[in-house]
C-alpha cells in the first residue's frame, strides 16, 4: 500500500525584514506521512519554486534574509517519501515581513558607500557626521559578518576575509537606518 503524504501550507507573520529572521517557520510543523507528523530522516524536501529574500535550509527552517522591503513572499516545497520517490506533496510557506517600526529611514544619498563592487576596503561616507553610528554587514543566507561602528564621516571597512558575493550593509545612526547592497569581487 502508498503511504499518505500530505504537506500542508505554512505562514509566519509580523518579520523583521531589515534585521531578517532565522527559523520563522518550519515547513514540517504541519505535515503527515500515513497520518502521523513527518519524520525528515524519512522524507526528501526540496524547494520547487524559490524566492531570492527567503531561503529553506534542509532541517525545514525558514529564514528571511536581511534586507528584505515589506511584502508577502511565498516559497514553495515538496517533501517526498524516501521509501517511494515518487510519493510526493507540495506546499506554500507564507511570510509576511513587516514595514519597519521605530527608527525611521534616514536619506539614503546622505550615506554613499564604494567602491561597488569591492575587493578588499569598503568606504562608508556619511553627508553628516551622526553619532553612534554603526554598520552590520550580512551574507546573502543572512549571517552577521562585520560589526563595527563608524566614529567619522568617513570610515573603512575591511572587507579582504569575505568571500566572493553580494552582502547586505545595514547602517544605523541616531538620525535612522538605511541599508545598500554591496558586491564583494576577488579582483
Same mark, same amino acid.
Given at each position: ?92 510557506? +507564507?511570510? $509576511?515581513?513587516?514595514?519597519?517600526? *521605530? /527608527?525611521?529611514? =534616514? #536619506? ?48 573603512? +571597512?575591511? $572587507?579582504?576575509?569575505?568571500?566572493? *558575493? /553580494?552582502?547586505? =550593509? #545595514? ?17
Amino acid at each position: 500500500a502508498i503511504s499518505v503524504i500530505n504537506a500542508e501550507n505554512d505562514s509566519a507573520t509580523n518579520i523583521n525584514g531589515t534585521t531578517g529572521a532565522t527559523n520563522v517557520v518550519n515547513v514540517y510543523t504541519n505535515d503527515t506521512l500515513n497520518g502521523t507528523a513527518v519524520v525528515p530522516s524519512e522524507v526528501i524536501l526540496t524547494t520547487t519554486v524559490s524566492n531570492p529574500n527567503l531561503v529553506l535550509n534542509p532541517n525545514g527552517n525558514v529564514d528571511v534574509i536581511p534586507g528584505t522591503p515589506a511584502g508577502t513572499y511565498t516559497l514553495t516545497y515538496s517533501i517526498c517519501e524516501i521509501a517511494n520517490s515518487t510519493n510526493c506533496s507540495t506546499a506554500t510557506a +507564507i511570510v $509576511v515581513v513587516a514595514p519597519p517600526m *521605530g /527608527v525611521a529611514d =534616514f #536619506n539614503a544619498a546622505s550615506v554613499s558607500i564604494f567602491p561597488n563592487p569591492a575587493v578588499t576596503t569598503v568606504t562608508i561616507k556619511m553627508m553628516n557626521n551622526y553619532s553612534n553610528a554603526s554598520v552590520t554587514v550580512f551574507d546573502m543566507n543572512g549571517r552577521q559578518v562585520i560589526r563595527q561602528n563608524l566614529h567619522n564621516e568617513e570610515s573603512s +571597512i575591511n $572587507v579582504d576575509q569575505l568571500e566572493a *558575493g /553580494v552582502y547586505i =550593509f #545595514n547602517i544605523v545612526t541616531d538620525q535612522g537606518k538605511t541599508t545598500k547592497r554591496v558586491i564583494k569581487t576577488n579582483k
